[in-house]
């Protein structure tokens, strides 16, 4: 148990991806540092497990080094519907599926190599302007970090919960002891549920079911109505328990006050079927700390918003396609006749396409579409 008041230049709250993150980030520009998790690790969570080149890029940025035999490359992304499948490669580099205690434990260790001091077992009770509350005391601070999750208390205790929520989703998660049939994260789509499948190893894959409903996000009811996946993990072994999360897109109007700066999941988030929410906490963690070098919030402020941007679009329109079955089946057939097309999406999709790009593969996508 943390007795006294040590000091510490940064406190983060929270010891997830995202705190270790910008724990690390914190470090290398000279900071000390503290972190608090209020779980032992390795943590588990519910999570897709997938990391997208650019994900992987962001880790190896901060110094987080994976074991060479570990997790599984996919080479891009397919979506799969009613027979219909369509595939595109990522335009640079490969994606890496890895377990979730795996790459926390791979994170802890850069922390600790990088003098991060790490309190497990810690919860936080509270902040102070001058510091975080732990049992044993008040640890005093110059910045603290909230990193403490979706469910941020954090956000609260700073005032900073005013928010836009466009869409709250249920997901589980199950791994199955069975070869990965393709290079690529694979997405179902169903008539009220997906499931996207990455490869974490030569023989076992992660599954997520996302639903609207927690009826339709019913693992085995989901299943039932993508029978493409059904028949493939017919006899497979399920490995570990089941993890329900809830997956919310949302936005905060501010993600910052006084010396309070919030991050990962607790500062807002995208839709789970994007992939996406490791990269953008990587990315934020490095937006921090550089506007804490400069002892100015403002700045981290408009990375922030930056940063969400495009996985926010790609949220949203994956939603969309979740929701208008009619539509997916065309676009999905359309896709299928213009791999080269579906390609250019994942491009987009990766943060490799110029804004000239956008604008023409969305306008080649709806004279395909009308044309169909
Ligand atoms: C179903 C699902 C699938 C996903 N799949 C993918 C994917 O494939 N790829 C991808 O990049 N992203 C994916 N994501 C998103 C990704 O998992 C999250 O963006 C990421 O976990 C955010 O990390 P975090 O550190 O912000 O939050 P968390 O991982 O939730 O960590 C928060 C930490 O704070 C601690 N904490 C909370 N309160 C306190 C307190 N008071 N005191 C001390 N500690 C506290 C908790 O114990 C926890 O360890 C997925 C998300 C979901 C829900």
């Not at 993508?226 to 897109?249: H, K, S």
């Not at 930056?306 to 539509?327: F, I, S």
Request: hydrophobic share 45%.
């Amino acid at each position: 148990m943390y007795t006294g008041d040590q000091g510490t230049d940064v406190f983060v709250i929270g010891g997830g991806p995202a705190g270790l993150a910008a724990a690390i980030a914190a470090r290398r520009k000279g900071f000390s540092v503290t972190v608090a998790d209020g779980a032992a690790p390795p943590i588990d969570k519910a999570c897709g497990e997938g990391m997208m080149p650019e994900t992987r890029a962001a880790l190896r940025e901060l110094g987080v080094a994976l074991p060479a035999d570990a997790g599984y490359r996919f080479r891009g992304i397919q979506f799969v519907q009613d027979g219909v499948q369509v595939a595109a490669d990522f335009p640079e580099g490969w994606g890496i599926g890895i377990r979730r205690t795996l790459l926390h434990e791979c994170m802890i260790e850069e922390a600790e190599k990088r003098g991060v001091k790490l309190l497990w077992k810690t919860p936080v009770t509270g902040i102070a302007s001058g510091g975080v509350q732990l049992s044993g005391g008040l640890v005093s601070a110059r910045w603290i970090i909230g990193a403490d999750g979706s469910g941020s208390r954090v956000r609260r205790w700073s005032g900073l919960s005013a928010r836009v929520l466009n869409s709250q989703r249920m997901a589980s998660r199950r791994h199955y002891r069975v070869r990965p049939r393709t290079e690529y994260m694979e997405i179902y789509w169903g008539p009220s549920a997906q499931a996207y499948v990455t490869p974490i190893s030569n023989e076992e894959v992660c599954i997520v079911v996302l639903s609207e409903t927690a009826e339709h996000g019913d693992f085995e009811r989901a299943l039932g109505s993508l029978p493409e996946l059904e028949v493939r993990l017919a006899g497979a072994e399920l490995r570990g328990r089941e993890r329900g999360a809830i997956t919310a897109m949302q936005s905060l109007a501010k993600v910052w006050r006084g010396n309070v700066a919030l991050l990962g999941d607790a500062s807002g988030g995208v839709d789970a079927i994007t992939g996406e929410g490791l990269r953008i906490a990587f990315r934020q963690a490095f937006a921090l700390a550089e506007a804490m070098a400069c002892g100015d919030l403002r700045e981290y402020e408009r990375a922030h918003r930056e940063l969400t941007r495009r996985p926010m679009c790609m949220g949203k329109l994956m939603l969309w396609l979740g929701r208008n079955a009619g539509m997916r089946g065309r676009a999905l057939r359309m896709l299928g006749r213009n791999p080269e097309l579906f390609a250019r999406f994942v491009a987009i999709h990766a943060g490799k396409a110029t804004p000239v790009d956008v604008v023409r593969a969305g306008a080649e996508a709806g004279w395909q579409f009308l044309a169909a």
